[in-house]
């Protein structure tokens, strides 16, 4: 039986890496944001960007955690919508290569893209152009795509798309499908923040946010956050960089570190976070096991350019969970 659907904005990744902070001024792209774009914005971004040393990978936040959890064998799903062209034919290819089951619509525009600048502290800046994802509909989503499977994960960026996620999330709890909202991103949060609030109580199980997302959403620091966030689900995550995460069930709080790690760029670790822990809950783990799940893939993957673990380090990572 599949265990895991996801949904996010189906997006190829551009990935270039900065010497300096001026392409961000001169673009106006506050560091470690995500700001939406229109496609003439990301193109001529990529063109002022260095070439040297681009990488192309499927991505979206909801595609990178559902890749992480196909590559420790667990049966997958994903919904999202793409153009009709390479970028798209691109990104449905590298779902099935993982062994995905692909659920995608097709759009009017061409694939969305994800421009991310990563700058020399290893922090990353998202330009997306949503493209086709932006076409993403509750017309879309049917009851019929939840059968079978046992848990839902939603990436916060579609959260702009108040109807779409809404419905997602009610069908899924119809179907006693167990749901999980990463928030993705503070501003975001911080646009969204009245309907986050009606919706997370109502239709979420299981929230990660990192520091600055509960901030955004609490206006409280990582361990008031984390309680308030804890009472409106089952599950709270809330992850704190360097520090590693905090975890919160009920009367259950656990404090979880980071692993050594040689930090390269940290696009993915959220979002592999969410794959280890996930992990985790499908395989009945003590909820501490599944937070050091989480801080292992998160810390594997910021060696990496990018959200992709290479094919040697997920052998490791095989036997360690083994």
């Not at 559902?66 to 062209?85: F, P, Q, R």
Request: charged share 25%; with cysteine; net charge negative.
């Amino acid at each position: 039986m599949a265990e895991i659907l996801g949904m996010g904005n189906a997006l190829v990744d551009i990935l270039i890496r900065l010497d300096n902070y001026e392409l961000l001024e001169e673009f106006n792209l506050p560091k470690g944001s995500m700001q939406l774009v229109d496609q003439a914005f990301a193109e001529k971004l990529e063109k002022r960007a260095n070439k040297e040393g681009i990488i192309k990978a499927s991505g979206g936040s909801a595609a990178n955690t559902i890749h992480g959890l196909a590559e420790l064998g667990i049966e997958t799903g994903y919904i999202g919508k793409v153009g009709n062209d390479s970028l798209g034919r691109f990104f449905k290819e590298d779902l099935e290569k993982a062994g995905i089951e692909p659920i995608l619509f097709y759009g009017r525009n061409d694939t969305g893209r994800a421009v991310t600048l990563i700058t020399p502290d290893s922090e990353r800046t998202f330009a997306v152009y949503l493209g086709a994802a932006m076409e993403q509909t509750q017309e879309d989503i049917s009851s019929e795509l939840f059968k079978g499977f046992k848990y839902f994960h939603v990436e916060g960026y579609l959260v702009q798309n108040h109807e779409l996620i809404e419905t997602a999330l009610k069908l899924a709890k119809k179907h006693n499908v167990m749901t999980s909202l990463d928030l993705a991103s503070y501003n975001v949060v911080e646009e969204n923040i009245e309907f986050l609030k009606l919706l997370i109580p109502g239709y979420v199980d299981i929230i990660f946010a990192n520091e600055d997302e509960a901030n955004a959403f609490t206006g409280k620091s990582p361990e008031e956050a984390l309680t308030e966030l804890s009472r409106m689900t089952e599950i709270a995550v809330v992850k704190t960089g360097e520090k590693g995460s905090l975890i919160k069930k009920g009367e259950e709080f656990y404090k979880i570190g980071i692993i050594d790690a040689d930090c390269i760029d940290t696009t993915g670790a959220g979002d592999l976070y969410a794959a280890g822990f996930l992990y985790g809950l499908i395989k009945k783990l003590p909820l501490k096991d599944s937070g050091e799940l989480g801080a292992l893939l998160s810390g594997k993957v910021i060696e990496n350019i990018g959200a992709k673990i290479n094919k040697d380090t997920w052998n490791e990572i095989r036997n360690t969970i083994r």
